[in-house]
T-cell receptor, first 115, second 112 residues
């Protein structure tokens, strides 16, 4: 079975450019999460969706960040304009509805470097 | 103070050793607890949940101390393949239990 699929795996861009990260959750999973991981701050929750609806975006650092989930099989995280401090690994994760076992299924991540 | 704190390590141990990590959490309303494993440049994966009474899965034992607000992970007879970063994760009440907060991780290196 396919896991969570993220693209691109690596992105190097210059400050001020727009960055779009993409995620395809596991089929049938109703929850989708975007996390950011850095050495200093660890893994931080940015936003999560339930049934394509954003439920909590309190972790989104600022207005430069936006996320959408137009359908059950696709989500995007956009940074516009990007800044060097946005450099991090961005993970998408999903889980099914039902009892919350605490198990999130992560994609392999998108490693972003902003020069 | 961070909501979830871990000693970053690294913990360098010889193969066969027993090693233990602690993780402290600051929010007493925290409801459920987990250990994740993350290999170098890979995604985190659930290792085990942590139950109030403590639980064991093979060489791994997880414990919860609500009074002191920490969870622990004990690895017995460590293997080279146990080398990884171990992240603790805490779920808070509210938000549908979906706000899983992670520590920054403890790095373990098992050596010959």
């Amino acid at each position: 079975d396919a896991g969570v699929i993220q693209s691109p795996r690596h992105e190097v861009t210059e400050m001020g450019q727009e960055v779009t990260l993409r995620c395809k959750p596991i089929s049938g999973h109703d929850y989708l999460f975007w996390y950011r991981q850095t050495m200093m701050r660890g893994l931080e929750l940015l936003i999560y969706f339930n049934n394509n609806v954003p439920i909590d975006d309190s972790g989104m650092p600022e207005d430069r960040f936006s996320a959408k989930m137009p359908n059950a099989s696709f989500s995007t995280l956009k940074i516009q304009p990007s800044e060097p401090r946005d450099s991090a690994v961005y993970f998408c994760a999903s889980r099914p509805s039902g009892p919350n076992t605490g198990e999130l299924f992560f994609g392999e991540g998108s490693r972003l470097t902003v020069l | 103070r961070k909501e979830v704190e871990q000693d970053p390590g690294p913990f360098n141990v010889p193969e066969g050793a027993t090693v233990a990590f602690n993780c402290t959490y600051s929010n007493s309303a925290s409801q459920s607890f987990f250990w994740y494993r993350q290999d170098c440049r890979k995604e985190p994966k659930l290792l085990m949940s942590v139950y109030s009474s403590g639980n064991e899965d093979g060489r791994f034992t997880a414990q919860l101390n609500r009074a002191s607000q920490y969870i622990s992970l004990l690895i017995r007879d460590s293997k080279l393949s146990d080398s990884a970063t171990y992240l603790c994760a805490v779920n808070r009440l509210g938000g549908g239990g979906n706000k899983l907060t992670f520590g920054t991780g403890t790095q373990l290196k098992v050596e010959l």
